[in-house]
């Protein structure tokens, strides 16, 4: 999302870099303060398009709950409870580091930057694998989307796994519902926090290079946003997903 | 303030020399697929929206050519159902949707705003990439089999139908990342790179139809993407959420797919009528009358757009409940919309009106518009709905507003940025007999249509009842003028391109802020960085310097 | 601490080579073009970052330990006002809307109105949708009942009941009345 080097091939007919120009401010900008406030409006405007992106998520989980109450219980139950919890706790440190790292590049604290950085990308990896171990035990018990449901799958070939038992027998009608809704959640957020890695390694890059300063820290401030993101849509997934209270099966309300 | 950079920067190196612009101030092929330049990237745009346009006007032609006769006139009704289909993807999605914001808005927002570009020109770049690669899954659809859904892609039938669907799907995902990721661009550059003097209430009306479009681009379209993701899984994974077997809700498809595609038809209006907002000042040289309301009643489509998306659905099986408050709801859009008519006829009263071709395409968007929000509002009454649910009025209906209206904007907006763009002028001539041409040839087909579905004509239907011929075959003998018509206006074009005189620097005498720059522009589009002391329709306080043609 | 103020003179000193043009009036509430050169950026310190994921922590564990306590239907309700808080910590104080530009928040806001819009009329859609009747095929009124308005009549279902396990093709939405959540 940064616009923030100046790279674009007009400047090389310019010639030589203005001195009220700094090489980091594009040419149709004035000064700084305005680059920066409109790099911060356009993350705003890209953060209101993934809330509004997973929100059709959210309405499809309302409508199913509401419908198959017993089995989102049921299915919610058949997660474990404190992989989540703790992977909840590793992203909202993440959020932390990710603030953090904000706050040491805008006073221009190198170093600093780059240890919150490297912690904020280790916490979305131990986010990761935590989450592959989930799926895996999810794929064994056949515990999957759909028309899949029902059959233990290996995780990576996701060919049957033969002889092996799976719960989704005994679970109320419906179950695979919730685990459909899971899944497209949690994987929808997994690629999220794939792609937040992915841009973090290149702001690690360009911080290591020496491209931030107290003047310009824009890119890792708009990274930052997009991270929190990230972490805001967990923390609704968290309690949606793993913390559905228990209701006996033929109870209704 | 650092107001002043173009004197110190100079554009390209040739500061001041009347011979570069933005066209030739770097030469060949890299220079255009590498260009950050907004005004380069809106022609891409132009070029590709043109293309798709006459590619699915084709789809159009072949249509109205099966339905001359009951029964096979030269296509199997698999064949038909494939051409509607793609008639309807390419339209909405690879057309219309990009048509005016990317092309027409690309090149003149930021020249109407007295910037040098757009706030993010990589992002620009990228979405113009985005929408080819779109483009490119929905074409490899169409190679590998085609899609006979309708664009609408209703569950179950999609998740069901053999063909490339999932393909075509992705197509439409993808090109949506270009729609919004031009919203949070243009949201941005409106905010934050007004030249100084250019408050709000000064904004050009055509601009605040943008900055209403992009709030819609942004927050309606990632819905699109999550419906069209689901629907993929749905196809590949087979997850059940739209499957009424697996426990899941068909119907739910329609309101996640309406939610977006409502607004998509404010997406597709909106900046129609910002075209309309400026021809008709341009052509009257008067103020329009009531500004604020103009501007006000775009923002409050753009509001009311998410809250009527279900009249679409009223005979879908959703509850009657929700039907009777959705009805309800969906005459609201006709207060904004009634504001903006009485506004534009309000300030074409008793003005001196000089029709000019451009102006003949507003003075007939109103017209058709008009036609085409009136029997928006037969449709939202609940109990006449029912009726004409899915029969040829509706079709008439919102081709009424999207071609009779949009399209006719488009074509409004882009005589009359023309000469600003490319530097040379059209034979006005024969524009005034393209127009007239293609006039006469819209009208026609759809005129007809409007009684067909009123008589019980159901649409997207290959065979019908021997009573509708006459009415369908005097729709397709229009079309054949107005594609007549189209394909005049198109060669007209390109021998402005060949042959045109060399277009003045403000050949309709407008006060508007973009006919400040030369034409074509230089690279950084002013001369000088422009100071607006005066709104864009103050031909009162507007200098004859300002106004002349040169 | 460095205040990130200091390059203040810096611009004033560009200000004043290019200082020709006039501000514009300010009537967009400091959203205009041409604010203030320097970066506006509001350092918090470690403790306040610290505070605010204590907090965050905190509300996690209530929200884990509310979810045994047996509340029915109103455990959706509570994760999610708990969710909220942690959510108006985060935008608050991580994403720095409170020393930020307005606009951001009204961003934030819309996109937060409209999929509440998304959300009040989707389910008003569903809450009153009535539900089929596994007896008849028919859709029958949730309240009485009765037979609801243009519902249509399965002709198969009328034959022969022993196709009763079978979604019937009418289905719009809730399968099978047994599973209604609806308290009758």
């Keep these: ?253 | 303030m650092a107001a002043i950079t173009t004197d110190q920067h100079g554009h390209g190196g040739h500061d001041g020399d009347p011979n570069v612009n933005y066209l030739n101030n770097t030469r060949g092929i890299w220079s255009w697929i590498y260009t950050l330049d907004h005004k380069r990237i809106g022609l891409m745009y132009l070029a590709a929206v043109i293309f798709f346009f006459i590619f699915a006007g084709v789809m159009a032609l072949l249509v109205r050519i099966e339905l001359l006769t009951p029964g096979r006139t030269i296509v199997d009704p698999d064949t038909y159902n494939r051409i509607f289909t793609i008639h309807g993807v390419v339209m909405v999605f690879l057309f219309i949707i990009p048509a005016i914001p990317a092309s027409l808005g690309n090149f003149v927002l930021p020249m109407m705003l007295g910037a040098k570009d757009v706030a993010f020109p990589r992002l620009n770049l990228l979405s113009y990439y985005i929408y080819i690669l779109g483009a490119t899954f929905a074409v490899i659809s169409l190679l590998s089999g085609g899609v006979d859904t309708g664009w609408t892609f209703y569950t179950p039938y999609s998740t069901t139908t053999n063909g490339a669907v999932v393909l075509m799907v992705l197509g439409a995902f993808i090109a949506g990342f270009s729609s919004i990721l031009t919203g949070v661009n243009f949201i941005t550059t409106i905010h934050k790179l007004r030249a100084p003097g250019l408050t709000w209430s000064r904004l050009p009306l055509f601009l605040w139809a943008i900055y209403a479009t992009s709030i819609l681009q942004v927050l309606a379209t990632p819905v699109l993407a999550i419906t069209l993701l689901l629907l993929m899984l749905e196809r590949t994974l087979d997850i059940g959420i739209f499957d009424a077997h697996k426990g899941g809700d068909p119907v739910l498809f329609q309101h996640f797919f309406w939610f977006y595609s409502h607004p998509a038809v404010y997406i597709m209006i909106l900046p129609g009528m910002g075209i309309v907002n400026e021809l008709i000042a341009t052509f009257t040289h008067r103020k329009i009358m009531g500004y604020r309301a103009v501007f006000v009643s775009s923002l409050a489509l753009a509001l009311f757009s998410f809250l009527v998306w279900a009249h679409h659905m009223f005979t879908s099986g959703m509850s009657e409940y929700a039907n009777m408050v959705f009805s309800a709801l969906t005459f609201l859009v006709a207060i904004p919309s009634g504001v903006k008519v009485f506004n534009w006829t309000g300030t074409l009263y008793k003005a001196s009106i000089w029709t000019a071709s451009p102006m003949l395409y507003a003075l007939a968007f109103l017209f058709q518009f008009c036609i085409g929000g009136l029997t928006g509002l037969f449709l939202a009454m609940l109990a006449v709905d029912i009726h004409l649910h899915d029969t040829y009025f509706v079709v008439a209906h919102f081709h009424y507003v999207m071609v009779g209206s949009t399209v006719f904007a488009f074509w409004g907006g882009l005589h009359y940025w023309w000469p600003k763009m490319t530097g040379k002028m059209y034979d006005e001539k024969t524009a005034k007999r393209v127009f007239w041409t293609v006039f006469v040839g819209y009208n026609g087909v759809f005129i007809p249509q409007f009684v067909l579905g009123s008589r019980g004509m159901p649409r997207r239907y290959y065979d019908y009842l021997p009573q509708f011929q006459t009415l369908h075959m005097v729709s397709t003998f229009f079309s054949w003028i107005l594609a007549v018509g189209l394909f005049w206006m198109l060669f007209m074009f390109i021998q402005s391109l060949r042959h045109g005189k060399k277009a003045p620097r403000n050949p309709w005498n407008s006060a508007g802020y973009e006919w400040g720059a030369p034409s074509p522009p230089p690279l950084e589009n002013f001369v000088k960085q422009p100071v607006f002391t005066r709104g864009p329709y103050d031909y009162h306080l507007a200098t004859d310097a300002e106004i002349a043609e040169d | 601490m460095t205040d990130p103020h200091d390059d203040h003179e810096e611009y004033d000193k560009v200000e004043n080579v290019h200082g020709v043009v006039p501000p514009p009036p300010r009537e967009d509430h400091g959203l205009g073009p041409y604010g203030a050169d320097e970066v506006h950026a509001h350092i918090g310190s470690y403790r306040m970052y610290f505070a605010v994921f204590m907090g965050l922590i905190v509300f996690t564990l209530l929200t884990v330990g509310v979810a045994s306590i047996h509340l029915g239907r109103a455990n959706l309700a509570v994760a999610v006002i708990i969710a909220s808080v942690k959510a108006v910590l985060v935008c608050t104080f991580f994403m720095h809307l409170k020393d930020d530009n307005k606009f951001n928040s009204l961003i934030l806001i819309a996109a937060v109105t409209f999929i509440g819009v998304f959300f009040a009329l989707t389910l008003n859609d569903v809450a009153y949708r009535e539900k089929l009747d596994t007896q008849s095929g028919n859709r029958v009124a949730l309240e009485s009942g009765d037979k609801a308005p243009g519902s249509w009549e399965n002709p198969v279902k009328k034959e022969g009941e022993k196709k009763e396990g079978e979604t019937p093709p009418t289905a719009s939405g809730v399968p099978s009345a047994e599973k209604s959540p609806h308290p009758n």
Aim: charge should be negative; aromatic fraction near 16%; proline fraction near 4%.
């Design chain 1, 1 to 253: 999302m940064s616009e923030a080097e100046v790279a674009d091939e007009h400047h090389d007919d310019h010639g030589e870099a203005h001195g009220d120009h700094p090489k980091w401010l594009q040419h149709h900008w004035d000064t700084p303060a305005q680059q920066f406030d409109a790099a911060k409006i356009g993350m705003w405007a890209f953060l209101g398009q993934e809330l509004l992106f997973f929100s059709g998520l959210f309405v499809a989980y309302a409508i199913y709950r509401t419908w198959y109450g017993d089995a989102f219980a049921a299915g919610s139950h058949e997660l474990n409870r404190t992989m989540g919890a703790a992977n909840t706790c590793v992203l909202l440190f993440s959020s932390l580091t990710a603030a953090l790292s904000v706050r040491s590049s805008q006073l221009g604290k190198k170093n600093e930057t780059t240890m919150w950085i490297v912690l904020t990308i280790a916490c979305a990896f131990i986010f990761l694998i935590v989450k592959y171990f989930e799926y895996t035990a999810k794929f064994h018990h056949g515990l999957l989307p759909g028309s899949a449901f029902g059959t233990p799958r290996d995780m990576l070939t996701f060919q049957p796994i033969p002889g092996a038992h799976s719960p989704a027998g005994e679970l109320p009608d419906h179950t695979h519902v919730f685990f459909s809704l899971y899944f497209v959640m949690t994987g929808i957020h997994g690629i999220h926090v794939i792609i937040g890695i992915g841009v973090w390694a290149w702001i690690l890059k360009r911080n290591l290079r020496g491209d931030f300063s107290k003047r310009y820290f824009t890119p890792v401030d708009v990274t930052a946003l997009y991270w929190h993101l990230v972490d805001l849509v967990w923390i609704y997934l968290f309690p949606m997903m793993y913390l559905i209270d228990y209701v006996a099966p033929g109870h209704k309300g």
